[in-house]
């Protein structure tokens, strides 16, 4: 999926993508685990799926060791989802543990499929993974 780099940033920085997550998409290590959450909203948006794949903890839920099938699971959300907004509510920052609580503003079908999270983050070897997410009521 082409996103126009010059565009505002789906993250809600307010500043350009090619000036923000995409540096992230780029190779640059997030510094904390809220510019990762804030990047990988962004992956799903532009459709990086690679960059979803290799910021998740291989003991998320959802990580598999079948990379291809994965990968065309993400496309299959990536494709059928209006991922519209992202509104950041907490974030507790940690040396090697954090957590961000957000909600995403989605659509599929036309449908409102919105959701509150509060994830958990880790931080491997120097790198912030995307350990696991806890839905709230909203």
Same mark, same amino acid.
């Not at 510094?31 to 960059?51: H, P, Q």
């Not at 957590?99 to 994830?119: H, M, N």
């Given at each position: ?5 010059? +565009?505002? $940033?789906? $993250?809600? %920085?307010?500043? %350009? ?16 685990a809220l510019e990762?959450m804030k990047s ?24 598999? %060791?079948?990379? +291809? ?10 494709? +059928? ?32 499929? +919105? ?16 350990? %696991? ?6």
């Amino acid at each position: 999926m082409a996103y126009n780099e010059h +565009s505002s $940033c789906p $993250c809600g %920085s307010k500043k %350009s993508y090619i000036n923000c997550c995409k540096v992230f998409h780029s190779g640059k290590n997030p510094e904390t685990a809220l510019e990762l959450m804030k990047s990988r909203f962004t992956a799903f948006v532009v459709g990086n799926i690679d960059y979803i794949i290799n910021t998740t903890h291989e003991d998320n839920i959802e990580y598999s %060791s079948d990379k +291809s099938k994965w990968r065309d699971d993400i496309e299959d959300v990536v494709n +059928s989802t209006d991922f519209n907004t992202l509104e950041i509510i907490e974030f507790i920052d940690g040396e090697e543990e954090s957590y961000v609580t957000f909600r995403l503003g989605l659509k599929q079908k036309g449908l409102d499929v +919105s959701f509150t999270e509060k994830s958990k983050f880790l931080k491997i070897d120097g790198k912030w993974l995307y350990r %696991s997410g806890e839905f709230l009521d909203d």
